[in-house]
């Protein structure tokens, strides 16, 4: 054995039996087996080594006759006794102890032969192309159904939030309508004590006078809209007075009852 540089052969007496890479080399092994949830799975197994040493030569070349063969088999060993225990999920979850697992078991294995491992790695996982997709699946009805979920919550938000505008906007304008009958009370107030102090006539007279008037507008506006439904109204000047006594009524029966409920407290 002699290491490199430049070395002298006599002829017919030496010869060369073969040549040895000191450098490290990678071995690729693919391995179809199966999980403890009956998956098949090939996995890609890449084995990096080297010969430990130019003293190490000897060994390596005449102790082995095939050493990537004899490496391939002690790999398929491992990796057999190992991932049928698995379930598939597993195998992908835990692939460096896998790995490591063949490093030992290699390693202690390949230093009787001169070899020496620098790292084994399982390079790929794959199940077979129907589960592949079974998984993918899985995967996607997932997401879709997370997907939904917030589609839901976002859409509840929104549903909530018309749902308190449309309160807060209906608040606001019972506020202003509110607001608009005080207006309007207290502008028909001073408008009657006005028009009684001028005309000389009592308050009920020109409460009279302003139903008339309110009717009358109400004719005109309803007569301007071709599309307004039909209004079956008592149109006489005595009909607006009728509504007026019905009004006051109204308001007396009401004083009336709230002094009624006064007493009782």
């Known amino acids: 054995v002699v290491g490199p540089g430049i070395h002298v052969k006599v002829p017919i007496m030496d010869r060369v039996a073969g040549r040895v890479s000191i450098r490290v080399q990678e071995l690729n092994v693919s391995i179809k087996t199966k999980t403890n949830d009956n998956v098949f799975v090939d996995l890609l197994i890449a084995v990096q080594y080297f010969v430990d040493g130019e003293d190490k030569v000897w060994d390596a070349f005449y102790r082995l006759t095939n050493p990537q063969a004899q490496m391939e088999s002690w790999i398929f060993d491992n990796v057999r006794a190992k991932v049928p225990g698995m379930i598939l999920d597993s195998v992908f979850e835990n692939k460096e102890e896998i790995a490591k697992e063949i490093e030992v078991s290699l390693s202690a294995r390949l230093s009787e032969y001169g070899y020496k491992l620098v790292r084994a790695l399982v390079n790929d996982i794959q199940p077979d192309k129907g589960v592949a997709d079974a998984m993918n699946e899985i995967n996607r009805q997932q997401r879709l159904r997370v997907a939904a979920e917030h589609e839901g919550e976002a859409k509840k938000i929104i549903v909530i939030k018309e749902a308190e505008a449309d309160a807060r906007s209906k608040e606001l304008s019972g506020e ?6 005080v207006a309007i009370v207290a502008g028909l107030r001073e408008s009657v004590k006005d028009a009684s102090d001028a005309l000389g006539v009592n308050a009920e007279g020109v409460m009279t006078l302003v139903l008339m008037t309110q009717y009358y507008d109400m004719l005109t506006d309803v007569g301007k809209n071709s599309r307004t439904n039909t209004i079956m109204l008592p149109h006489t000047p005595g009909a607006v007075g009728e509504l ?6 109204a308001i007396e029966i009401g004083k009336v009852a709230g002094t009624t409920e006064d007493r009782k407290v």
Do not use: V
């Not at 202003?176 to 009958?181: L, S, T, V, Y």
């Not at 007026?244 to 009524?249: A, N």
């Open 244 to 249: 007026r006594e019905q009004i006051i009524s």
């Open 176 to 181: 202003g309508i509110a607001k608009q009958r």
